[in-house]
């Protein structure tokens, strides 16, 4: 369709450039204002509209009678034609926020982020799907049982430079990890480096351990053998000596999180303690690597009702396939009965994947319950 010379005339450039702007936000319009007008573009707009005087410099337009003077034609053809193809920023707006539900809809149901809930608080970082989902396949290999980082991203990547510092995937990763330790950002190449040797990213194979009691591994493998000796008595296993599966005739293996319940268990029954694996907080690479390589078992963890204690229960169930040990809503519930009078906040408290009731009821109630308190019905169950 052929716009009108007359149309074209400079003096009208300002209204056709508001219009352009309005017509360009997606919403329907019905007048448009029209700005520092001079004098020639006041006589245009004056003449174009049949205008008996000169606007001034500022005039609002009706939409409906500028079209019934432009001889048939629409208004928004004439804007297009004289400004340039229009925008439609509601509707671009609409497809931005669907995409990004959409986004953080498959991030929610994510098996990494529905095994630690912890991560979800990630949600808020402005990331595409493929850094997300490269972020998550680290995350799932984590910990690394000492490896360098570059064989980590070698590993999940194929590009051993792809957790160098400064990259992106690696400041999110980073990110991820101080979300779900619930420790500051790193800043800093040290604080870097440690937050990545605490997920056992080229940790210290001898003095990275882990602490147990009631192992009598069957085998001729030197570890067995020494457990043996040691006749289920507490011990401390590196992450060095775990080199290959260790086969226990117990059906359960019991896991806590606190060095105390450990040594309570061994005061309680000595040589007969049942096999027991302590993560003493969070599990470092030694107590995953352990709990995995112990093949037909089944690992019962218990840990500390508070913030942190939910997360490394997530945790430790997400990495090594533990199931829950007396760490529902109706355990929680029942021990505020028992606890002492003292008054434990529980800090952050995240959602527990295991029992929906769980982190609602703690932070209802605000209190923590520390697994030692609870040893007592811990070492009945053993």
Known sequence: MTVPERLRAAGLRPVWQALHERLSSGHQVSRVRVAGLETEQQAAVADLLGLDRYPGSTITIDVARLEGVLGGLDVRTVTEAIAGPLDDRRRRRADRQAERAALLDWFAAHPVVAAEPALLALSAVRAGRDLLEQALAVLAALPAAGRPLAAVAADVTGDPHALDEGTRLSSLVLKALSVLYDVPAPEGAQARRA????????????????????????????????????????????????????????????????????????????????????????????????????????????????????????????????????????????????RPPSRLPPGRVTDAPWDPELAPAMRAHGLAIPEELVAGHLLDDL
């Open 195 to 338: 937050l990545w040797e605490r997920a056992g990213v080229a940790c210290d194979a001898l003095s990275t351990t882990v602490l147990v009691a009631g192992l009598r591994p069957e085998g001729d493998s030197a570890l067995a053998r020494v457990l043996r000796i040691w006749d289920g008595r507490a011990s401390v296993i590196t992450l060095a000596q775990l080199t290959e599966p260790l086969t226990v005739r117990e059906r359960d293996v019991w896991v806590v999180e606190n060095p105390t319940v450990l040594a309570l268990a061994q005061q309680r029954f000595g040589a007969g303690c049942p096999p027991m694996v302590c993560t003493s907080g969070w599990p470092n690479s030694a107590v995953v690597r352990l709990l995995r390589s112990l093949p037909g078992t089944r690992l019962r963890y218990h840990g500390d009702f508070d913030g942190e204690g939910l997360r490394i229960a997530a945790y430790t169930m997400a990495k090594t396939g533990a199931e829950p040990w007396r760490m529902s809503a109706a355990d929680y519930l029942s021990a505020l009965g028992d």
